[in-house]
């Protein structure tokens, strides 16, 4: 069913200059992958050296994603190497056996499963035991608002899940005001659930509908109740609804000490006022606004019949939510400007 | 652009024997008012006698509905009269007095408008000066499940709205346990602003989006707020989501008294357990099985983390929260079997 | 994923007074077979004895198929026997056996597969060999309003194509003019395609999408060829929308006479004026006024400017195109009114 | 309903340095114009210099339009002038007189309107009498591929609209064949329609529908005449489907003499193997893959059963339909690369 190309020539990539970074995708044929390939293609600093696909290896890149403008082939898993950096794309448990040869050979590596971003033992209560705890310690938590920093210095960087992005960067201005309740209804379109096909995913099933799921505990959980440190109580229930990309979460909070309006004004434009991919909105965002786009965008409200906050933040879950932060914190390792290849 | 139809013959109404009941729609040509129109034609026991519509009096009513297969014609609204029972389909503020004028004429009415469900300082609040707060005392709240014996004795109904229908059937089993704090989450289709063409209506600003409105206060709240009775502190935020019709509500609660999960069954099994619309459901119900129905499916469990209990309801906000429950209403008010016309 | 009623009732099926026709679905688990399943519980004359599903038998119906209220339980495809009448909702080459099966237990068959549509050699040569030529003589088409008479009196129906039947009733009143050349340009929703999860019926394949298929020959050709008779020239492309249900058909064809405008509409009111499942439009149907109808709506209209005539077909694919019309012919069958079920 | 952005500076435009072209955007505030400006605030080569609207003179550009990062206030049509290059997005008949004023004031022109594609009869018979005909005769048609030596020396581009460049650009190189009947199925997504709120682009009427219209007879029809020139006899019927933005024709095509397969090939081959902008596919195109993009994907076939050739062509309405080849045009108006702004 796909197009190959007959008469067009592939587009050269722009100007990868001598002194590229270069990069490998590994798991470069599913949603995210294909993704995070197509913005580095675009990336003024980034030379795409490699895309690793189990499945595919040996096929020409461009007749299985015909966005791709690339005359690269995909190769196998296991030959990528030689690399500045890797982006990891692997399901979880896959990931970091993939992860600790990259690092092996001498890579970077920034990896989008969910093997890095837990402790041990929260890891091994919800996926079982972690294949490499030998590098949990030097794995930094790659949500780029909130650390930066330590980002710039890592070799690994664990990439955080599509609910926790958004949640973490809506509730880390009201850390101050001492959570007390938390919360959060998300809303996610269909490519959260990954590109197989399923009785789940079909267009009969999802158009027209919406369900609530993962009620009994979404994996996504520990990882929310973890950036947010002790103390608060935290329900999370995720949604799936009949569009195909992004994640509006309503949280509805309470805390020690109810803010005034303007200082929650302040809370947000101190922590976002100079972020380039973190709008401050005054009305609900709309999902199609952040859609395409890596940008996190907020809006933050008091309730006072109830005495509670509203906050509600919206993500493309395949861009800020996975891919684009990728590309974010790759950039970050590598110094390059935050926005490179994703403008 | 409507679809006059040639060469078929309109089908008979289904033996409206003697001694049917005759029934008007007030404000038939809206969603609400046609989907009234439309059961009606399939009720054993109603012969519909007058369909009304300012804009379209006089106009051939299957010209327009092309599913009402029907040889009526619209009439003027204070053309109608001499009938059993009136289902009144218009605006708030405009509903009361045609609901003045067709009780004076010796008709009951089911409303469908805002103006009799709130008491006359809470209307006031949300909507203005009521037009007839003489008729308040009288008018009873049309939930079905929660209301049915004062229903059957009423003159006039006051039909609820579509966010507090799901609502307060969904907290109704757990006011004994003494209700403390309400989050309501909800989710409608676009079918629930009407059928008037807006920037928010347009198919490219609903296709792919999801917005969270009515921050500021839904004029549903105080619906629900009267309806849950003094106590709860009560959040309601609802969204519109793209998908033509239905609610899903996502409630959060906390009680005065945890329940355990057996007394949690008993409680809804209790309320509801021989319910003709209500269905308990052991996982979240998905909207799709509620579209097209009268139906209300219910999903209660305990949230054990944080110690608090989570409900989901879903309905057809054109059908349990609208036309649907109306015409369960005219049925109770009637004496026929509550399903006659829905099923 | 499924949602198991716990507080409902099963609903008695209505009055399937003595003397019913007793008849088995075998299929049922499919989007066909379950909606001829869901139109026969509601069957005045029909009592529904045996619903058989290969990969469910044994399991509740109600638990799978919520819609369908009934304490039936999927029974093995082999165990039906014994029924006035069978429907067989099987993938073409598993039918024949089947059918072949049921014939010689006494029941006469209503098969939606591609078996029996064609002549021996036109089925080898899109299908392969037939399992049971022996079969094919008796085998009367069953394009309701076409073939009522020889259906009435068969004893093994061919339920057509979704395409083909829209194709061909909107064809069928110009044979007269003689058919010299005919585009179809079809456009079909989703679950024409089945209810098996694929990348090309994943949710994010199809929103946003359309796509023309099958142009190297689809198997609905030969039919539509052999339905049309010797003489005109075919095309036939379809395309897969972004819809869950329905057909739309929009044919342009030029004929030997080009008739007047009167002379048009007495050939379309000719044929069909008094059909009850045949609309006849003053302009281009829209699909969704037929979607959960058993109805065709034709438009037919003159291009002068090509000299050309133009005709739109719309249906329901599971409807008209497939379980409607098995109701339809087994309404024929059974000599009950054409519309019970349907209505 | 727009989310004014509280806490993000507006980014700088990239490096519009010295001696860029200086553009303005009349009717900035519609689909068209808005993504015009969007594709040009990302286009290396211009400076975007003025961004008039009727309604909305006055009003910051990033309140209503958030995807636009600017500080510039729409201004009035009137105020636009001292431009190298006006795009025109403004309706058919007031078009002119705007282009007329600007002409005089010294800038070239793109308009994107229908004022200037068609000679004078032709526009006095559908759209009325030409309110500047002495402009005509140095308009030069902007189909890019197609006229791209006149339009580097225009001082008025016409763009064409979005129905006949895809069926021109699918057609034209079959010229030499001898077009003898062609058939254009077109089936376009909502945005088609403009940006304006009707029944006809609510989200009720478009989801899960599709119509024919125009059927007497589209503006678009007499453009796709004089695009092909002498000879052939045409019908064109477009299509409204449930999908945002984009348009799949199937083409229905008999020409004097069949090519052989590699006849095809090198016909379309030869028209498109070295352009940017024209991918030829060994399938049918998706929509999807040309959604967002300056691209026309055709797919050419031959049906030996029919003696027909078969062509479908994908272009993103908006963007090659519109806005895109709007840009594209400018390019070669002032001698930059065709591709900038739209990569």
Redesign the interface.
């Known amino acids: 069913?796909?197009?190959?190309?007959?008469?067009?020539?592939s587009?050269p990539q722009p100007a990868a200059s001598t002194g590229a970074l270069s990069v490998a995708v590994v798991g470069a044929s599913g949603?995210t992958g294909a993704l995070v390939a197509e913005l580095l293609l675009r990336h003024p600093g980034v030379e795409l050296a490699q895309l690793a696909s189990e499945q595919l290896a040996g096929a020409p890149v461009a007749a299985h994603l015909?966005?791709l403008r690339t005359d690269l082939s995909f190769c196998a898993p296991d030959e990528v190497g030689d690399v500045d950096v890797a982006v990891v794309c692997a399901p979880h448990g896959q990931a970091a056996p993939a992860v600790r040869r990259l690092l092996d050979g001498g890579a970077r590596v920034v990896d989008l499963s969910a093997d890095f971003r837990l402790d041990v033992e929260t890891y091994a209560a919800w996926y079982g035991p972690h294949p490499h705890p030998e590098l949990l310690p030097e794995a930094v938590y790659g949500l780029t608002e909130l650390h930066r920093a330590e980002i710039a210095d890592a070799r690994l960087v664990a990439n955080p899940g599509c609910y926790p992005t958004a949640a973490l960067l809506a509730l880390a201005p009201l850390a101050s005001l001492g959570l007390v309740?938390v919360?959060i209804?998300a809303?996610s379109g269909?490519?959260g659930a990954g590109?197989a096909?399923?009785?789940?995913?079909?267009?009969?099933?999802?158009?027209?509908?919406?369900?609530?799921?993962g009620?009994a505990g979404h994996r996504h959980y520990p990882e929310i109740v973890a950036g947010l440190g002790e103390g608060p109580?935290?329900?999370f229930?995720p949604?799936l609804?009949?569009?195909?990309?992004?994640i509006?979460e309503?949280i509805?909070v309470r805390v020690a000490q109810v803010p005034s309006v303007n200082e929650l004004?302040e809370l947000?434009?101190g922590a976002?006022?100079?972020?380039?991919f973190?709008?401050?909105?005054?009305?609900?965002?709309?999902?199609?606004?952040v859609?395409?786009t890596n940008r996190c965008?907020l809006?933050a409200?008091i309730?006072e019949?109830?005495?509670?906050l509203?906050v509600?933040a919206a993500i493309d879950n395949l861009m800020k939510g996975a891919a684009g932060q990728a590309v974010q914190n790759l950039n970050v390792l590598a110094g390059f400007p935050e926005d490179w290849g994703l403008?």
Chains 1, 2, 3, 4 share one sequence.
Do not use: W
């Open positions: 069913m796909s197009c190959t190309i007959l008469g067009t020539a587009q949603f015909p966005r309740d919360v209804d809303k269909v490519s590109k096909a399923s009785v789940r995913t079909h267009f009969c099933s999802v158009d027209g509908d919406l369900i609530a799921y009620i109580t935290v329900t229930v949604h609804m009949p569009v195909q990309r992004g509006v309503t509805y004004e947000y434009g976002y006022g100079a972020e380039r973190v709008d401050l909105c005054a009305a609900p965002p709309e999902l199609k606004d859609v395409g965008r809006f409200t309730d019949r109830a005495g509670r509203l509600v403008s």
